[in-house]
């Protein structure tokens, strides 16, 4: 007869050294909440396999529903394994999507950073509502097929919903132990038409700014000269602004965490500085709000002051737009640019050189012209 034995595990820190401990049991029979992470081990065939619970609470349940599962396989009630649909060979148990898919965000939460890990947490449980499927087992590449078109027909761009289908397609990989190349799509698959990039124009800005406050003027000068995005901006402190050298720093913070490529200096002209040191200072964040708390509300706002000024399709990403095309537009290099826009590959700069040269091209066409 097959090992049906599942054991609780907590993983926690002991005199500087983490390790696993068994779990403390009160009078009432029930796990002791203590510090660590809690998980349950069992034992399938020749390897041994660890799952990771959000609380002893949640170990116990995930305890008895292994051990349930694998006494039902053990008398032939559940079949062990089950072929997995559109995967050729590939062969994985009936994983249940709302147990896997918690235990998996909480993995994924320890590698990467709270802005990516609400990003994937977001997107698996709308597709987990839209999909309405328990198994992960039974999900097929139609399904992420008809998500995508699902997402685009809500009015979502086909970037969205391409980036959307390629992390779901990311989990159903790790939860089945794939290779890359063999899930469910490819990046192929998802391939999309990039939109031409939109920047504003000298008349745009004129008017933008001339409805803005002092301080929504220093915010949105320095989306605009600097080439922030909206989070980088948010966690700007003053000790990011170097006054004398003429740069701001993007860097690391308690709270937040830019990607490593994305940490850099950014050389800003003297009218901005002037800007900001002009700027009334409410804490340490550059742009804290009135409270002294983080500024949060920088796209809401373009949008409103853009509906007084009658400029369309405002949002803070044109201007970091605008930025990267004025730059190039002026002879600034491509990879100066892709520094200072703090891209990880060139491919990213070089959707701007389009509208950057679409200007020379104009003033070429016009003085071949002049005078007919």
Same mark, same amino acid.
């Given at each position: 007869?097959?090992?049906?034995?599942?054991?609780?595990?907590?993983?926690?820190?002991?005199?500087?050294?983490?390790?696993?401990?068994?779990?403390?049991?009160?009078?009432?029979?029930?796990?002791?909440?203590?510090?660590?992470?809690?998980?349950?081990?069992?034992?399938?065939?020749?390897?041994?396999?660890?799952?990771?619970?959000?609380?002893?609470?949640?170990?116990?349940?995930?305890?008895?529903?292994?051990?349930?599962?694998?006494?039902?396989?053990?008398?032939?009630?559940?079949?062990?394994?089950?072929?997995?649909?559109?995967?050729?060979?590939?062969?994985?148990?009936?994983?249940?999507?709302?147990?896997?898919?918690?235990?998996?965000?909480?993995?994924?939460?320890?590698?990467?950073?709270?802005?990516?890990?609400?990003?994937?947490?977001?997107?698996?449980?709308?597709?987990?509502?839209?999909?309405?499927?328990?198994?992960?087992?039974?999900?097929?590449?139609?399904?992420?097929?008809?998500?995508?078109?699902?997402?685009?027909?809500?009015?979502?761009?086909?970037?969205?919903?391409?980036?959307?289908?390629?992390?779901?397609?990311?989990?159903?990989?790790?939860?089945?132990?794939?290779?890359?190349?063999?899930?469910?799509?490819?990046?192929?698959?998802?391939?999309?038409?990039?939109?031409?990039?939109?920047?504003?124009?000298?008349?745009?800005?004129?008017?933008?700014?001339?409805?803005?406050?002092?301080?929504?003027?220093?915010?949105?000068?320095?989306?605009? @000269?600097?080439? $922030?995005? +909206? !989070?980088?901006?948010?966690?700007?402190?003053?000790?990011?602004?170097?006054?004398? &050298? =003429?740069?701001?720093?993007?860097?690391?913070?308690?709270?937040?965490?830019?990607?490593?490529?994305?940490?850099?200096?950014?050389?800003?002209?003297?009218?901005?500085?002037?800007?900001?040191?002009?700027?009334?200072?409410?804490?340490?964040?550059?742009?804290?709000?009135?409270?002294?708390?983080?500024?949060?509300?920088?796209?809401?706002?373009?949008?409103?002051?853009?509906?007084?000024?009658?400029?369309?399709?405002?949002?803070?990403?044109?201007?970091?737009?605008?930025?990267?095309?004025?730059?190039?537009?002026?002879?600034?290099?491509?990879?100066?640019?892709?520094?200072?826009?703090?891209?990880?590959?060139?491919?990213?700069? @070089?959707?701007? $050189?389009? +509208? !950057?040269?679409?200007?020379?091209?104009?003033?070429?066409?016009?003085?071949?012209? &002049? =005078?007919?």
């Amino acid at each position: 007869m097959a090992n049906r034995r599942v054991t609780i595990w907590r993983y926690a820190k002991t005199d500087g050294t983490w390790k696993y401990h068994k779990p403390t049991y009160g009078r009432n029979n029930k796990i002791k909440p203590e510090d660590g992470t809690y998980y349950i081990r069992w034992r399938n065939g020749t390897k041994m396999e660890w799952q990771r619970c959000h609380s002893a609470a949640s170990a116990e349940e995930a305890c008895r529903r292994r051990e349930a599962m694998l006494t039902a396989q053990a008398y032939g009630i559940v079949p062990p394994q089950r072929n997995t649909p559109d995967i050729p060979g590939v062969t994985s148990p009936a994983l249940q999507m709302a147990d896997t898919l918690s235990a998996w965000l909480d993995e994924y939460n320890l590698s990467h950073r709270p802005e990516s890990h609400a990003l994937m947490k977001q997107t698996l449980e709308e597709f987990a509502c839209w999909v309405k499927k328990r198994t992960i087992t039974t999900i097929t590449r139609v399904d992420l097929l008809r998500f995508k078109q699902h997402l685009i027909d809500k009015g979502r761009s086909e970037r969205t919903a391409a980036n959307k289908c390629l992390r779901i397609n990311q989990f159903i990989r790790s939860v089945l132990k794939l290779d890359p190349g063999k899930g469910l799509i490819t990046v192929k698959d998802m391939k999309f038409t990039e939109p031409e990039v939109s920047v504003f124009n000298d008349d745009e800005l004129e008017a933008f700014f001339k409805h803005c406050d002092s301080y929504h003027f220093a915010i949105f000068k320095t989306y605009l @000269m600097a080439g $922030l995005r +909206k !989070a980088e901006l948010e966690n700007l402190l003053w000790d990011d602004v170097d006054f004398t &050298a =003429g740069v701001i720093r993007v860097t690391p913070k308690k709270d937040w965490q830019p990607k490593t490529w994305e940490a850099r200096d950014i050389e800003v002209p003297d009218e901005l500085l002037k800007i900001l040191k002009e700027l009334p200072r409410r804490g340490k964040l550059a742009f804290a709000n009135s409270n002294g708390n983080k500024y949060t509300h920088s796209w809401d706002d373009c949008i409103e002051i853009a509906e007084k000024a009658k400029v369309q399709d405002a949002h803070p990403h044109k201007f970091r737009a605008t930025f990267a095309t004025r730059n190039l537009q002026n002879g600034i290099d491509l990879k100066t640019v892709q520094a200072l826009l703090g891209h990880k590959d060139i491919e990213s700069t @070089m959707r701007y $050189l389009a +509208k !950057a040269d679409s200007k020379k091209v104009r003033e070429k066409v016009n003085a071949v012209w &002049a =005078g007919q």
